[in-house]
T-cell receptor
């Protein structure tokens, strides 16, 4: 079956530091890949997505590139802010026409001033 | 355009009671998904419904849990005879009809169920 593996948190960074959150996946076929963000007490919001190999998703300074050869979709941001503190989930949508989503366990990011 | 709505936002039940969680999808969306998030864990898929049909319930516990999405009204996730282990955040997501991926899902704010 499909699976998503994320680096364990929490990740604590100082403001303006560089962020990488690793994500690798196992899937049959060609899934679409997503990063969702969950702020405290809220639901998940889509942060960015990529639908095919070598696609780069980007939003709010965050980027991730769909790497088929390494089955990875690592999230990066060049300079984090305190407001980026949240839990980040990597996810994949099955490519088989069925809309089931498989989530990673989430990585908590804490940015300190 | 209102987003996915869930109510109640917080629900407290004693062991053995029933819990009913409601989800109204975004306007124009006909696909609904329920997920459960246990403390400090990721989201686990429970069930996928379209109007009046359960498409996939492979993530639903075999007993006490049921879900529906009637022709009119919100989707309901029902948990009978709740136990402490049911305490979690339950999220609903919806997506529009269509055949072209990616089938982006939009999430509601969740219902936090506490069983005492």
């Amino acid at each position: 079956g499909n699976s998503v593996t994320q680096m364990e948190g929490p990740v604590t960074l100082s403001e303006e530091a560089f962020l990488t959150i690793n994500c690798t996946y196992t899937a049959t076929g060609y899934p679409s890949l997503f990063w969702y963000v969950q702020y405290p007490g809220e639901g998940l919001q889509l942060l960015l997505k990529a639908t095919k190999a070598d696609d780069k998703g980007s939003n709010k300074g965050f980027e991730a590139t769909y790497r088929k050869e390494t089955t990875s979709f690592h999230l990066e941001k060049g300079s984090v802010q305190v407001s980026d503190s949240a839990v980040y989930f990597c996810a994949l949508h099955d490519s088989g026409g069925y809309q089931k989503v498989t989530f990673g366990t989430g990585t908590k990011l804490q940015v300190i001033p | 355009n209102a987003g996915v709505m869930q109510n109640p936002r917080h629900l407290v039940r004693r062991r053995g009671q029933e819990a009913r969680l409601r989800c109204s999808p975004m306007k124009g969306h006909s696909h609904v998904y329920w997920y459960r998030q246990l403390p400090e864990e990721g989201l686990k898929f429970m069930v996928y419904l379209q109007k009046e049909n359960i498409i996939d319930e492979s993530g639903m516990p075999k007993e006490r849990f049921s879900a529906e999405f009637p022709k009119e009204g919100p989707s309901i996730l029902r948990i009978q005879q709740v136990v402490r282990g049911d305490s979690a955040a339950y999220f609903c997501a919806s997506s529009p009809p269509g055949t072209t991926p990616p089938y982006e899902q939009y999430f509601g704010p969740g219902t936090r169920l506490t069983v005492t």
